[in-house]
């Protein structure tokens, strides 16, 4: 699974619930698209909003699981800092992963004994990737 956070909760499905009574974007009136007029031509262009939605979208579709709708990388727990570095350089290797992206020229591999927040960081890192740069992703369980 690849993974990525917004600074704190992560995705929520209420993100993308819209009144269908309410117009949220008065440019558009919600179509995606903005009619420019230069002189005699008319032309579309993609409206400021539409980059939001399809991040929504693609949260949607990334087959997060419920249970770990709420991982980020802020909400990342180093409990064993006082005993073992390892959580910590694992957190700030993912950072890393996630800063140089697409130009890290490796990927990650998360290995460790069970509870000790594979998982949540790598939904973290989609969450992040996907939030922040667009990315397209999916959760895929192998076992």
């Known amino acids: ?37 230069e002189g005699e031509r008319e032309f579309v262009r993609e409206c400021h909003c539409a980059e939001g939605r399809k991040r929504v979208r693609l949260l949607e579709e990334a ?5 770990y709708n709420h991982c980020s990388l802020d909400g990342f727990e180093l409990w ?3 005993d073992d570095p390892t959580l ?12 140089l992206w697409p130009g890290a020229d490796k990927g990650l591999l998360l290995m460790g004994p069970v509870g000790t927040g594979k998982t949540h960081l790598a939904v973290a890192i989609l969450q992040e990737l996907i939030q922040q740069r667009g990315v397209q992703g999916r959760v895929c369980r192998t076992f």
């Not at 600074?7 to 698209?33: F, I, L, V």
């Open 1 to 37: 699974m690849v993974a990525g956070p917004t600074g704190g909760a992560g995705y929520t499905p209420h993100m993308a619930e819209q009144n269908p009574e309410a117009e949220s974007c008065p440019t558009c009136r919600d179509t995606g698209w903005q009619l420019i007029r």
């Open 63 to 67: 087959g997060i699981p419920q249970r």
């Open 88 to 99: 910590k350089i694992a957190l700030a290797g993912v950072r890393e992963f996630v800063d």
């Open 80 to 82: 064993n800092n006082a």
